[in-house]
């Protein structure tokens, strides 16, 4: 365009919607990659909610025995996604095996009460017909999600703030993970980690930093997803809007 102005309005337009796209697209990855693979690796926090309603023990040791069970149901005869996800993040694998044998997983154990389970047991039973037992699969918590966000606005306001800010940490956690793969790209062709090479740029600082922002991103999502789920669950099962 002749006109200056129209030529900067249309770039900024431009600008912003290519931001958009860019935001879905990372968006839509990061729930491929990272939510997905938390959820058939950790196990989803809808079923580690329930698991409170039949544990006796400490909810660290419980939240081992499901992560163990779900690795076992997920990868004994692993789909094509699951080995696609799987790959993905071998660059991030010492940190989860760290992270299990150190039991450094308190940021995904529920701290929401048997009773609180059994409550919500109950209305679903009473209000919604829904007669099956609700550790016996994860689609209570949809009816549950939906139940929330249409008839409980204060509720929905804070399960918004914590959507918001796994989602940022879901993001975050595969941008980086995807750095980190560009980090083992650069080793494979330059055959070493930096501890000796002079221009190698200090790859295994760079690896370990990495690693380090990595971990704090993944316990963020882990943490905040599961902050998630238990304002819905205690919301349906404690306030008289569901009555």
């Known amino acids: 365009y002749s006109d200056p102005l129209i030529n900067n309005i249309v770039s900024v337009a431009a600008l912003i919607f290519g ?3 860019i935001g879905h697209g990372i968006a839509l990855l990061s729930s491929m990659f990272i939510e997905q693979f938390v959820h058939r ?9 329930t698991r409170s309603l039949i544990s006796t023990g400490s909810s660290s040791a419980h939240l081992i025995s499901n992560m163990s069970e779900q690795i076992k149901a997920t990868y004994t005869r692993p789909s094509s996604s699951d080995l696609f996800r799987l790959i993905f993040h071998i660059p991030a694998l010492h940190i989860y095996l760290v992270m299990y044998l150190f039991r450094l997983l308190g940021f995904y ?14 209305r679903l039973e009473q209000k919604l017909d829904y007669a099956d037992n609700i550790i016996s699969n994860s689609s209570w918590f949809k ?4 139940a929330c966000a249409n008839d409980h606005a204060a509720a929905m306001g804070k399960m918004y703030n914590y959507l918001m800010i796994y989602g940022l940490f879901r993001s975050t956690s595969f941008l980086i993970l995807s750095s980190m793969w560009c980090e083992v790209y650069f080793w494979l062709f330059r055959g ?13 600082i760079r690896f370990a930093t990495l690693s380090l922002a990595y ?29």
Do not use: C, H
């Open 19 to 21: 931001v958009y796209i």
């Open 192 to 204: 070493g980690l930096g501890f000796m090479e002079s221009d190698s740029g200090n790859m295994a």
């Open 143 to 146: 009816i549950v999600e939906y």
């Open 41 to 49: 690796t950790f196990g989803p926090p809808s079923k580690i909610i």
């Open 109 to 122: 154990e529920s701290k929401i009460s048997g009773f609180v389970i059994t409550r919500v047991q109950r």
């Open 215 to 243: 971990w704090v991103s993944f316990v963020g999502y882990g943490k905040f997803s599961r902050r998630y789920a238990e304002e819905a669950v205690q919301a349906f099962a404690l306030s008289e809007k569901f009555n």
